[in-house]
């Protein structure tokens, strides 16, 4: 059984980057099984793909944040990590790491989430 934990800090001010870890147990991130995706949920709104890291390291990323994101991995810890920066309190939101084995499937694996605020 597959299992994600998001970590990082809860509080970032404004104007600073935001960097969370998604730790992987029970399957590796390398495996062509699946792909590995940060999703976000700000109050009172939708659940949002900021991006995803392949089993090769290849990202991709939502074009609405591709310029201050980014995703990468340490394939020695069996883990993956986002960064988003120059954040304002709209990226206050909760934030998910998350796995599927393809783009139109659901998502098979969910971490808890972690809860980021932006606030000075």
């Known amino acids: 059984q597959v299992q994600l934990q998001e970590s990082g800090p809860g509080l970032v001010k404004p104007s600073q980057t935001l960097s969370l870890t998604c730790t992987v147990s029970?399957?590796?991130?390398?495996?062509?099984?699946?792909?590995w995706s940060w999703i976000r949920q700000p109050p009172g709104k939708e659940l949002e793909w900021m991006g995803l890291i392949a089993y090769d390291g290849t990202t991709y990323y939502s074009p609405s944040l591709k310029s201050r994101t980014s995703i990468s991995r340490d394939t020695s810890k069996n883990q993956f990590s986002l960064q988003l920066s120059s954040v304002t309190p709209e990226d206050t939101a909760v934030y998910y790491c998350?796995?599927?084995?393809?783009?139109?499937?659901?998502?098979?694996?969910w971490g808890q989430g972690t809860q980021v605020t932006v606030s000075s």
């Open positions: 998350a796995a599927r084995s393809g783009v139109s499937t659901p998502y098979a694996y």
């Open positions: 029970g399957g590796s991130i390398t495996t062509s099984a699946y792909a």
